[in-house]
């Protein structure tokens, strides 16, 4: 039977601040579905890595067991304040390790929001094999600030600052093709929507899909675009 990975919640009434060493935190089942991440507080939420592991929420990792489940949703929301997380080699990420070629399972979906700013310096993640890539979602009243994110295999990704800029990384919603599966996934690759009240600047985008590339919207209602 399939082991379903444990749920990590944190709550504060006011802020969290916590340093995440090299082995960082990871929900996860080796033959079943992950467990959740979910991080809120009141005020700012400042993560620190110390490592390339950081927040991740995956599926599968033994060797000689199938993956059988899917990876899980990792959600950071701050009410009032900012999410920093610090460390620009450090990943938050949600996926499947060693999935096999036919495998159809899912990675999760990636949401971080806050009142007073977005700040993650490395790359966010959300990547399966064969399945649904999972959606990331960032959104603000004020200034974001990325690296790179990653929604492969066909996962959404959408950026929304009311009230100031938006700065990030490469963006990839591709669809890959694992060379040992002999029927790929016939799906468009995700789309890629960044909406701002001030300037956005981005790096590469990249949508493209097996039968279409995923839609590129950018929107800055009053300020310039730079990608």
Do not use: Y
Request: hydrophobic share 40%; proline share 2%.
């Amino acid at each position: 039977s399939k082991v379903t990975g444990g749920t990590l919640t944190i709550e504060a009434s006011e802020s969290v601040s916590t340093i995440l060493d090299v082995e960082g935190v990871a929900a996860f089942s080796a033959d079943g579905n992950s467990g959740n991440i979910t991080l809120r507080a009141a005020d700012d939420i400042d993560i620190t890595c110390t490592g390339s592991a950081c927040l991740m929420a995956f599926a599968g990792g033994l060797l000689g067991v199938d993956i059988r489940g899917n990876g899980g949703d990792i959600s950071i929301v701050s009410d009032t304040g900012t999410v920093s997380i610090q460390d620009t080699e450090s990943n938050l990420a949600s996926f499947l390790v060693n999935a096999n070629a036919g495998t159809t399972f899912n990675s999760g979906d990636i949401e971080i929001a806050a009142a007073n700013g977005i700040f993650a310096a490395g790359t966010i993640a959300s990547s399966t094999l064969n399945g649904q890539g999972g959606a990331i979602t960032l959104e603000s009243d004020t200034l974001i600030e990325t690296g790179s994110l990653q929604a492969f295999c066909g996962g959404d990704v959408a950026i929304t600052s009311l009230n100031a800029a938006i700065s990030t990384g490469d963006i990839s919603t591709s669809v890959s093709i694992s060379p040992n599966d002999p029927a790929p996934p016939s799906r468009a690759g995700g789309s890629i929507t960044i909406n701002a009240n001030g300037n956005i600047q981005t790096q590469s985008l990249s949508t493209q899909g097996l039968v279409a590339g995923g839609d590129i919207n950018l929107i800055s209602r009053d300020g310039t675009i730079t990608t």
